[in-house]
């Protein structure tokens, strides 16, 4: 069974430009999570989403920041007109529909590299 | 908002047992607490779940009282291998979103 995937592993990407980040969940898992993690922090919610239905995005910021997890294909973080700040690592997570007692499932993450 | 909170660091021993302590005052009355273990450059790497009492498994064991506000990750014997991050993740329910917070992380260093 293969796990969590994410690509690309690396990115980096000049002032302005558009970041995608792209992750497939586990077979059968049907909830992703999307978290950024900033050099000697912990990891910090982004948002939460169903296929073709974002439950939750109370962490993600207002301008910029995207995601969507279509009924065909992975999901995407889409992060416009990047910054510095953005440069961080972006993990993704998939859960079966429990959120109760859905166990959340780790991609190895992508890092985005802004100069 | 709530949180929870952990150390921020610990050191050990190898050979030692650990104890790494999370409190979450506004767990949800149906959500479970999961641990995860972190390496640099790697993303969090479940380790064991439970709703309340005590769970064990191959690699660790995690105490929860009757009320529920705290959790214990233990280690038995924990070698050089296990130096890295733990994160405790609990269900928010204070915040009226359904959302999942990690805490803010424990390093553990173990030494020879």
């Known amino acids: 069974n293969a796990g969590v995937m994410q690509n690309p592993r690396h990115l980096v990407r000049r002032r302005g430009q558009e970041a995608r980040l792209r992750c497939s969940p586990m077979k059968g898992h049907s909830h992703v999570y999307w978290y950024r993690q900033l050099p000697e922090e912990g990891l910090k919610f982004m948002v939460y989403?169903?296929?073709?239905?974002?439950?939750?995005e109370s962490g993600m910021p207002k301008e910029r920041f995207s995601a969507e997890f279509p009924k065909e294909g992975p999901s995407i973080l889409r992060i416009q007109q990047v910054v510095r700040g953005d440069s961080a690592a972006y993990f993704c997570?998939?859960?079966?529909?429990?959120?109760?007692?859905?166990?959340?499932?780790f991609g190895p993450g992508t890092r985005l590299l802004v100069l | 908002l709530a949180k929870t909170t952990q150390p921020i660091s610990m050191d050990s021993y190898e050979g030692q047992e650990v104890n790494i302590t999370c409190s979450h005052n506004?767990?949800?009355?149906?959500?479970?607490i999961t641990w995860y273990q972190q390496f640099p450059s790697q993303g969090p790497r479940f380790i064991i779940q439970?709703?309340?009492t005590k769970v064990t498994n191959e690699v660790a064991s995690l105490f929860i009282p009757a009320d529920r506000k705290s959790s214990t990750l233990s280690l038995p014997r924990v070698s050089l291998s296990d130096t890295a991050v733990y994160y405790c993740?609990?269900?928010?329910?204070?915040?009226?979103?359904?959302?999942?917070?990690f805490g803010t992380g424990t390093r553990l260093k173990v030494l020879a």
């Open positions: 989403l169903q296929k073709e239905n974002i439950i939750d």
């Open positions: 997570a998939s859960s079966l529909p429990d959120r109760g007692i859905g166990t959340q499932y």
């Open positions: 439970g709703y309340k």
């Open positions: 506004n767990i949800a009355t149906n959500d479970y």
């Open positions: 993740l609990v269900g928010d329910e204070a915040s009226g979103t359904y959302k999942y917070i």
